[in-house]
């Protein structure tokens, strides 16, 4: 069976870069029947844990993935640590060191001045005398001295470190007990079962020396599949500039979780020239072996190019129900799938769709200054005041209302078209007039249409 994880250090939220190494590990894991776990690594207990699962939990919730089994804090796990450390310590696979910092800084000074990659030297490697004094030893493990540590990564093809050159006693436990990093991975990965490690190939170079911790700890080794990093577009390390990192942020500025998802998946990864994904379709492609060698580049408009493709096929409950997160029920209001239907394909976001839902339902509070200044003229209100007159005395629908209307006037729609539609919305951008009339009715058009009046009026018209 695949067993795959995700096992992100806590930062407080959950960053894009995360979500799409929690995606590729959620999918290959789908793909395969096998089984998804999630492990916090939390073991720089000056972290709050809690919160900061809280925060990777509530991404996990939004964007639908789900993970098999308990979450693994690692923090909770120090005594289990602790007894791997001794039975390395016990089968002399590894060994206390007690050198002191002063002696280390000066090792390290020496080989510096030597030109030489600063090491330790393995001065305690096979020590069996009296330890000095004073000195909390560390816990070092036995590397090999000499030959090649290979692997096949199935993403980048074969690996290999030169033990000389990489590798070195490093500590797998500090001296005041704790477990280093690299330690607790190979545990925790081991014990969990972990067959195929999916993560960022900001890692590689710490594989090698997982290698040898499962070697030395008796334990199969997993496959590796180290995914390279998202650049921003010039090709450099992603940040805040670019985009936002914490994945809340995106349902925050109104992106829908299969968009994202369905961006992030095409981060690296392709299927062919296919560029949208349902969760199913990615689930029955996904193959961590396809995974591009090389960055990818994050793309904003892609993102919103993807998200407006979902806004426009998605079923008018769905955005309702995402509309609620920015304060708007429309869950009661009988023209709710009329405005849906309306206004899905304007909208790239959520935010847009609200917004333009509330310009639509809600009384203009104000009037687009831009607009008022072009539009309106001397002749233009005195059609607009004819036009309330006539509304109020026609019996039928809006737009052969208008038609009626011009022709008796003897002008175009173009004459008052946008002159109505900053009465009724505010602005002079909005879907078709008529379209707005139906919605909000006709007591409204009429008061939207005589409070615009009323302010133009008061206001003074400075076009002829
Ligand atoms: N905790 C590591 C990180 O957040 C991931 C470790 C791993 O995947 O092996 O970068």
Redesign the pocket.
């Known amino acids: 069976m695949i067993i795959t994880r995700f ?3 806590p930062t407080g939220y959950l960053h894009i870069g ?1 979500l799409r ?1 929690a995606l590729y590990n959620y999918l290959w894991a789908k793909r395969n029947g096998g089984k998804f776990l999630l492990r916090i ?1 939390d073991t720089d207990l000056k972290r709050n844990s809690l919160e900061a699962a809280q925060a990777i939990e509530e991404a996990f919730k939004w964007t639908g993935l789900s993970y098999d089994k308990e979450i693994i804090y690692q923090s909770q796990r120090f005594d289990l640590y602790k007894e791997y450390v001794q039975k390395l310590l016990k089968e002399k696979k590894a060994y206390y060191c007690y050198m002191s910092k002063e002696e280390l800084d000066a090792l390290r000074e020496s080989q510096i001045a030597k030109k030489e990659r600063p090491r330790y030297n393995g001065k305690y490697r096979d020590f069996e005398g009296i330890p000095p004094l004073g000195v909390e030893p560390v816990v070092r493990i036995k590397a090999p001295l000499s030959g090649e540590i290979i692997f096949e990564d199935g993403v980048k093809g074969k690996i290999s470190f030169k033990a000389e050159d990489i590798l070195d006693d490093f500590i797998i436990a500090r001296s005041d007990g704790t477990p280093t990093y690299n330690f607790t ?1 190979v545990v925790d990965d081991a014990l969990m079962g972990i067959t195929d ?1 999916i ?2 190939d ?2 590689l170079s ?1 594989t090698p020396k997982q290698i040898i911790l499962y070697e030395a700890l008796g334990f199969k080794i997993p496959k590796f599949f180290h995914v390279p990093m998202i650049n921003n577009p010039q090709g450099k390390k992603l940040s805040k500039r670019d985009g936002a990192m914490d994945v809340m942020e995106y349902k925050n500025m109104g992106y829908l979780s299969e968009a994202l998802l369905n961006f992030l998946v095409r981060l690296g990864w392709s299927h062919g020239d296919q560029e949208i994904f349902s969760l199913k379709e990615m689930i029955e492609f996904f193959d961590p072996h396809d995974i591009n060698a090389s960055a990818s580049s994050y793309n904003q408009q892609k993102l919103e190019w993807l998200n407006a493709c979902y806004i426009k096929n998605a079923p008018s409950q769905r955005l309702w129900s995402e509309a609620l997160n920015f304060g708007l029920d429309m869950r009661e209001n009988k023209n709710a799938d009329f405005l849906a239907d309306m206004l899905r394909e304007r909208a790239k976001t959520v935010v847009q769709f609200v917004h333009m839902t509330k310009t639509i339902i809600d009384e203009p509070l104000s009037y687009d200054e831009q607009a008022v200044k072009k539009f309106v003229t001397v002749l233009g209100v005195e059609y607009l005041k004819n036009y309330v007159v006539f509304l109020k005395e026609y019996n039928g629908g809006f737009e052969d209302a208008a038609n009626e209307f011009l022709e008796k006037n003897g002008i175009k729609l173009k004459d008052i078209a946008q002159l109505i539609r900053i009465a009724l919305t505010g602005s002079s951008v909005s879907p078709s007039i008529f379209e707005v009339m139906d919605v909000i009715g006709l007591k409204a058009v009429l008061t939207r249409l005589e409070n615009f009046i009323y302010f133009i009026e008061k206001k003074g018209i400075e076009n002829e």
């Open positions: 096992a992100p250090s995360g190494t690594e991975v490690v993560r960022g900001d890692h710490n």
